[in-house]
T-cell receptor
Framework: QKEVEQDPGPLSVPEGAIVSLNCTYSNSAFQYFMWYRQYSRKGPELLMYTYSSGNKEDGRFTAQVDKSSKYISLFIRDSQPSDSATYLCAMAISGNTGKLIFGQGTTLQVKP | NAGVTQTPKFQVLKTGQSMTLQCAQDMNHEYMSWYRQDPGMGLRLIHYSVGAGITDQGEVPNGYNVSRSTTEDFPLRLLSAAPSQTSVYFC?????????????FGPGTRLTVT
C-alpha cells in the first residue's frame, strides 16, 4: 500500500462547479502537505501548501488538512476550463522536506 | 534564470543499453531530486540529494545511480535499461531552508526502452 493514496479520476465537471480533490495518507509523521498542478506534458508546479492541520485559502482555492483522519482536500470554487490539469497531492516529514511523497494525481477536466 | 533544465527531451534505448539523463539548475538550490511518472502512479521518488556529495535513495531506486559533485548538476544514470524503465523522468530542485517543500521541476525526459 502506498503511503499516499489519491483517486486518479478522471473527474469531469461543468464550468463554475465546485471541485473537491482528496488524498489519504498513512504516515502520521507527515507535517507538510502540498498540492501541485500539472498541465499536459509539463512539469508540476506548486499550487498550495499547508503546515500541520487547518485550512488555507488562496483565491478560488482552499486547502484543508485533517491530521486526525489523515485526510487532505483541495477545493476549487467557480472552476474554469483553465483549471483542467492533473492535481497531485504531496507530503513531507518535518526536517526532511527535500523528500516529497506524491499521490497518484487526479485528472480534472472542466467543460465550458 | 533558466531554472531547472533537463536533457535530452526524448530518448529511445534498447534493452541493456546504458545512458545518463542530465539535470542542471541555476538557482543555487541545495536539494535536488529525480522522479519518474507513470500512468496512474503519480510521481515516484528515485533518488534525492541534500547537497553536493550527499545522495540518498527514494521509493524506487533499483536500476538507477546518481552522484552530486556540484550544486548545479544531478545526473541520473540508467545502468542497463529495461522496458520497465519506460517512463517520463522529472528532475526537481528546492531550497534547503523553508520553503524547501516548493520544488521546481524541469520539463521532463520521455524515455522509451524497447
Amino acid at each position: 500500500q502506498k503511503e499516499v493514496e489519491q483517486d486518479p479520476g478522471p473527474l469531469s465537471v461543468p464550468e463554475g462547479a465546485i471541485v473537491s480533490l482528496n488524498c489519504t495518507y498513512s504516515n502520521s509523521a507527515f507535517q507538510y502537505f502540498m498540492w501541485y498542478r500539472q498541465y499536459s506534458r509539463k512539469g508540476p508546479e506548486l499550487l498550495m501548501y499547508t503546515y500541520s492541520s487547518g485550512n488555507k485559502e488562496d483565491g478560488r482555492f482552499t486547502a484543508q488538512v485533517d491530521k486526525s483522519s489523515k485526510y487532505i482536500s483541495l477545493f476549487i470554487r467557480d472552476s474554469q476550463p483553465s483549471d483542467s490539469a492533473t492535481y497531485l497531492c504531496a507530503m513531507a516529514i518535518s526536517g526532511n522536506t527535500g523528500k516529497l511523497i506524491f499521490g497518484q494525481g487526479t485528472t480534472l477536466q472542466v467543460k465550458p | 534564470n533558466a531554472g531547472v533544465t533537463q536533457t535530452p527531451k526524448f530518448q529511445v534505448l534498447k534493452t541493456g543499453q546504458s545512458m545518463t539523463l542530465q539535470c542542471a539548475q541555476d538557482m543555487n538550490h541545495e536539494y535536488m531530486s529525480w522522479y519518474r511518472q507513470d500512468p496512474g502512479m503519480g510521481l515516484r521518488l528515485i533518488h534525492y540529494s541534500v547537497g553536493a556529495g550527499i545522495t540518498d535513495q527514494g521509493e524506487v531506486p533499483n536500476g538507477y545511480n546518481v552522484s552530486r559533485s556540484t550544486t548545479e548538476d544531478f545526473p541520473l544514470r540508467l545502468l542497463s535499461a529495461a522496458p520497465s524503465q519506460t517512463s517520463v523522468y522529472f528532475c526537481a530542485s528546492s531550497y534547503s531552508g523553508r520553503p524547501s517543500y516548493e520544488q521546481y521541476f524541469g520539463p521532463g525526459t520521455r524515455l522509451t526502452v524497447t
